[in-house]
């Protein structure tokens, strides 16, 4: 069995440790903040993270900008180069045209080196819920599995991944065409906090509202302790634009209806963040993704 590399997109929120650890392969991907363009080939640290968040809040534009198949190109010719096989973890294809990108590519690929084998996987999930299927991943790459196999469980088992999220600025939604102006402001004014998640189909929809960050973080925290299923794997993932003290209190709150919980804490990459603003929060466990 040759070997295989693990690719995956420089959104993905997850402890840098564990990428240099297992050699995790990261695709690049562009945001743009205020009049800068940056490439982002690793995840950001905490204090590029504050200053990414505190320019958006003294009013930087913000943008991302989708990866071409001819940066997946680079990246494949050079695995395969190496006489590595390729399994690639995209970004949601309902998110982003990452996941379309990178088949264009590898299906090109391909056809340069007798023998490659490029499995594409569209992760239906974002951030954190990326992390918990990379791990996944890498628990089956060290115990044997296959390319063909490991992709095969992924494409499984994307669907028992549950993303819960919370927006604390409306205008960041109404930036990106979400929700119109009046909402917005009506919602600014009522301190209205939406609740999201990933459907099926790797698309963001809202589920509720809630008024006040207490109550929408303890609507997340609520979220986890109904569609949680312990038989899955236990980690959880709680990714945050600067507000860590909402996210230590949802952490507290997961252990304890749940202290078998392995509950990781991590800062929100520009990626997504730059269209949910700071102070977005979000939980993303195993379990029941269309309880509600």
Excluded at 73 to 80: D, G, K, T
Excluded at 237 to 243: P, S
Aim: charged share 25%; aromatic share 6%.
């Amino acid at each position: 069995m040759r070997d295989y590399v693990i690719c995956i997109d420089a959104s993905v929120d997850i402890d840098q440790q564990f990428i240099e650890d297992n050699k995790i392969v990261i695709i690049p991907m562009k945001y743009i903040l205020g009049d800068s363009e940056r490439l982002m080939e690793n995840r950001l640290t905490d204090s590029q993270l504050l200053d990414f968040y505190n320019a958006m809040r003294a009013g930087a534009m913000t943008h991302t900008s989708q990866i071409t198949p001819y940066f997946y190109q680079q990246v494949f010719r050079r695995e395969a180069s190496l006489g590595h096989d390729i399994l690639y973890i995209s970004l949601s294809g309902g998110l982003s045209s990452t996941y379309s990108s990178a088949r264009t590519a590898a299906e090109e690929i391909e056809e340069e080196f007798e023998g490659l084998k490029i499995e594409v996987v569209d992760s239906l999930a974002a951030t954190g819920g990326m992390g918990l299927l990379l791990m996944s991943a890498v628990k089956a790459r060290k115990d044997g599995v296959s390319l063909s196999e490991n992709a095969e469980a992924l494409r499984a088992n994307a669907l028992k991944i549950c993303h819960w999220f919370l927006v604390d600025d409306l205008k960041y939604l109404r930036r990106g065409g979400r929700i119109s102006a009046a909402t917005a402001v009506a919602g600014t004014v009522l301190n209205i906090k939406p609740i999201l998640k990933i459907a099926d189909d790797g698309t963001l929809i809202s589920i509720a509202k809630k008024r006040g960050l207490a109550k929408a973080s303890a609507f997340l925290a609520e979220c986890y302790e109904a569609a949680v299923d312990k038989s899955l794997p236990g980690d959880v993932i709680i990714a945050h634009a600067d507000c860590s003290s909402e996210a230590e209190t949802i952490r507290k709150r997961i252990l304890a209806s749940n202290p078998d919980a392995n509950v990781m804490v991590c800062g929100l990459g520009p990626v997504i963040g730059a269209h949910t603003g700071p102070g977005m929060a979000a939980v993303i466990h195993w379990g029941n993704r269309d309880y509600i």
